[in-house]
């Protein structure tokens, strides 16, 4: 399998990932952003937000190779709304720039940054795979946050304890 087809495998990952990534999203009420269940975790807005925007991520190693820390566009954290919003638009970009990339494209390499500094760089494919895992790391984290809210978890990969069948 060559570089394109295998982001054709990572495109319907990710459709198959957006749904149950949505329905969590759309979940979590404002009053709880602030929430953390340790000292040491993050808060549970940021955590939405990040789950939100990795999809804008994956566009963007692909078509800047670049993500600067500094540099990079921030969503400001408001509402349920406008943060579905945000992860649409960029999932919809992710699904394009996955669609249409090549395999040129494909063996440039990604770099994240932070201030100009390199913090990891890898070759656009390994980083896309990456991403997504990381992607769907940080849902489970954030169905985690719901449960101890007792916020219901919608069916991810079937059943959970807050629905019945599929």
């Known amino acids: 399998m060559d570089g394109k087809q295998l982001c054709?495998?990572?495109?319907?990952e990710m459709k198959a990932e957006s749904t149950a990534t949505r329905n969590c999203?759309?979940?979590?009420?404002e009053s709880t952003y602030k929430f953390k269940p340790h000292e040491k975790s993050m808060e549970m807005g940021y955590l939405t937000l990040l789950v939100a925007d990795i999809?804008?991520?994956i566009e963007k190693m692909i078509e800047k190779s670049v993500?600067?820390?500094t540099t990079d566009e921030r969503f400001p954290l408001s509402t349920t709304d406008k943060l579905l919003g945000w992860y649409d638009k960029h999932l919809e970009g992710a699904y394009n720039a996955l669609a249409n990339i090549t395999d040129e494209s494909l063996n440039k390499q990604f770099e994240l940054k932070?201030?100009?500094?390199?913090l990891w760089a890898s070759p656009k494919l390994e980083a896309i795979e990456n991403t997504i895992n990381h992607w769907i790391h940080h849902r489970g984290q954030l169905t985690v946050y719901?449960?101890?809210n007792d916020i219901a978890v919608p069916s991810i990969y079937g059943p959970s304890g807050d629905t019945k069948g599929f």
Do not use: K, S, T
């Open 8 to 12: 054709q495998v990572y495109l319907a």
């Open 25 to 29: 999203l759309e979940r979590i009420p």
């Open 55 to 57: 999809p804008r991520w």
């Open 67 to 69: 993500i600067d820390f």
């Open 114 to 118: 932070n201030g100009g500094q390199l």
């Open 146 to 148: 719901m449960r101890m």
